[in-house]
């Protein structure tokens, strides 16, 4: 199985600036398509998942353009150039590369 | 627009057996695999398997096999997942989910075990 793991677990923010979130896979998330199956979701507090960024670095309809996703191979990351209120809550990574997996989540709070 | 629209909370005692729906609209059904997530309250998400809305084969994540079944009606667009034999570790939301990358969500299905 492949392990996701994310850092920082907590990221305080004071608005207006910016953030980014670590996301680092077990084994590389390239597929055998050539494409990286690397997704982030935003979670608000008791709301379900929606999804931000899917194949590293395209952001979904509606997606503000202060997100952005990058990386490759086993290392990504989400940034957020400037936090805003309503981007309060969990961060999650996923990979579907290979049976799916999410990170474990960070939350993001405004300091 | 999509939308995957789920069934009520339900409370169920330990043994029990618990049938959740997600109806789909929106898009055609047999486009997208329908996966299932569960969140344990506090905690992260985990991907719980996905159903083949073409052949209705569905595939299990490693934690998620013997009392989970996962199960379509495509007359109605509707995909299912059964939990049997409830324990009080099943107390958790439920999400279902369009396709292998996960697109789309339902409202969620919190589901509570307790005697």
């Known amino acids: 199985d492949v392990v996701m793991t994310q850092s920082p677990l907590s990221l305080p923010v004071t608005l207006g600036q910016p953030a980014s979130i670590s996301c680092k896979s077990s084994q590389s998330l390239v597929s055998s398509d050539g494409n990286v199956y690397l997704n982030w979701f935003h979670q608000r507090p008791g709301q379900s998942p929606r999804r931000l960024i899917y194949k590293v670095s395209n952001r979904d309809s509606g997606v503000p353009d202060r997100f952005t996703g990058s990386g490759s191979g086993t290392d990504f990351t989400l940034h957020i150039s400037r936090v805003e209120a309503e981007d309060v809550g969990f961060f999650y990574c996923m990979q579907a590369t290979h049976w799916p997996s999410f990170g474990g989540g960070t939350k993001l709070e405004i300091k | 627009q999509v939308q995957l629209v789920q069934s009520g909370s339900a409370l169920e005692r330990p043994g029990a057996s618990v049938k959740i729906s997600c109806k789909a609209s929106g898009y055609t059904f047999t486009n997208h695999v329908l996966a299932w997530v569960r969140q344990v309250p506090g905690q992260g998400l985990e991907w719980m398997g996905w159903?083949?809305?073409?052949?209705?084969?569905?595939m299990y994540g490693r934690d998620f096999t013997g009392r989970f079944v996962l199960s379509l009606d495509t007359s109605v667009t509707t995909a299912y997942l059964q939990i049997l034999s409830l324990k009080a570790e099943d107390s958790a939301v439920y999400y279902c989910?369009?396709?292998?990358?996960?697109?789309?969500w339902g409202q969620g299905t919190l589901v509570t075990v307790s005697s």
């Open positions: 989910s369009r396709g292998s990358n996960f697109d789309s």
């Open positions: 159903i083949n809305t073409n052949t209705g084969n569905p």
